[in-house]
């Protein structure tokens, strides 16, 4: 009896010992590290493939910088950041399939998007499921009324197209314009804004869409000769606008250019060559002398051997301001948390400027003109 007595007596004893270490290791959080310091994901859905597959690689590498140096200064509330890239094809199809992947198969709340259709394509989706979308860099207007889940960062579409149109017809006194436009939801967004834009003061001539997939141009061209521009108003990637400048040059079309932002790109000036020059196109001021622009560039270069473009320092600042964002938020699982925060941020310092969201989820940026020269881009100055 006393034996049995004992025995059970250091049970009870070893089971509240236990109990006690368990206690005070869950009460510092020991026990429970593996949950505590987990990684915060984001899904990336840039083009890698497809007709636009040169905008992934710069994209993912303004992000992956981004990250680094994040996580070098303590990550999230000391949660590591982590990317899983995917590949978009640039195709809005293939684009809601990578989503689908990532959020009902890794569970992943927060995404960096690019090109318009695929962030359109996946936007119904993400509002459903409250996860938030931050696209980066593309100019359908439909995007500020996509969902209270669903942001951009870019230049706003209405802001530039507003500006250069403006420009165009007061500034350089071109009433008379020919469009060419890329056939996607950002061409057809930027033609009609445009269109309702010049018609105050200028006569559209013709409006010749193409596929963005496409290598000859030169029937569009053509129809554009016949209708005699004062200049035309190219709504392009820059994957084929190279093309699109040779094919122009080889029929004789000699007329003043006109170009977004998004023809900015090293893919675009190679292939062009001295064909480029004098373009004229609407962009936003990079702060490329700041300090943080330079380490930016240095770390850049070092990684991946040659210059960021203009996406590249678009989705560095996009990384920064989900991260900036979800600091605020105790349970970075609360996405609602985390999107009422990114309606927070006004007047962050990023490479593109001061940073602040409006009530659509959308950026807003000085609009600037900008041209090319001996085969580099210029900010514009009269002659």
């Not at 250019?257 to 023809?263: G, T």
Request: aromatic share 12%; net charge neutral.
């Amino acid at each position: 009896m006393g034996r049995k007595w004992l025995v059970g007596t250091c049970v009870i004893v070893i089971i509240l010992v236990l109990a006690l270490i368990f206690g005070a290791f869950s009460s510092t959080g020991l026990f429970s590290l593996t949950k505590e310091t987990s990684p915060v994901v984001l899904g990336a859905i840039f083009p890698q493939s497809g007709a636009l597959a040169y905008v992934g690689p710069f994209m993912q590498g303004g992000a992956t910088i981004a990250m680094d140096e994040i996580n070098s200064t303590g990550g999230i509330n000391g949660h590591k950041l982590e990317f899983v890239f995917e590949d978009s094809q640039s195709a809005t199809a293939q684009g809601v399939t990578a989503y689908q992947k990532l959020s009902g198969i890794d569970g992943i709340k927060y995404y960096l998007v690019s090109l318009s259709g695929v962030t359109l394509g996946i936007a119904p989706l993400a509002e459903k499921e409250k996860n938030l979308v931050l696209n980066t860099g593309s100019y359908a207007q439909a995007i500020s009324s996509a969902g209270d889940y669903i942001f951009r960062h870019n230049i706003l579409p209405n802001d530039e197209v507003s500006y250069l149109a403006n420009s165009i017809c007061n500034k350089f006194g071109y009433k008379k314009i020919a469009l060419i436009y890329a056939n996607t939801e950002a061409g057809v967004s930027i033609r009609d804004l445009f269109s309702a834009d010049f018609s105050s003061c200028g006569t559209i001539v013709t409006k010749e869409a193409y596929d963005v997939a496409g290598k000859d141009f030169k029937t569009q061209l053509s129809k554009i000769k016949l209708s005699n521009p004062d200049a035309i108003f190219a709504i392009t990637y820059s994957s084929e606008s190279g093309l699109l400048f040779n094919q122009a040059k080889e029929i004789g079309l000699e007329k003043q250019w006109f170009a977004v932002s998004a023809i900015e790109s090293k893919s675009f000036l190679d292939v062009a060559g001295n064909n480029a020059d004098g373009l004229i196109y609407s962009s936003f001021p990079i702060r490329t002398a700041s300090p943080k622009y330079i380490a930016f560039r240095e770390k850049y270069l070092a990684k991946y051997g040659e210059e960021p473009d203009m996406l590249s320092s678009l989705t560095y600042d996009s990384t920064y301001v989900f991260a900036e964002a979800m600091k605020h938020c105790v349970d970075l699982n609360d996405s609602t948390c985390i999107k009422n925060e990114l309606y927070k941020v006004q007047n962050f310092d990023g490479l593109t400027g001061k940073i602040s969201f409006d009530t659509n989820g959308d950026t807003r940026k000085e609009v600037i003109l900008k041209t090319v020269r001996h085969g580099k881009f210029f900010p514009y100055q009269a002659n």
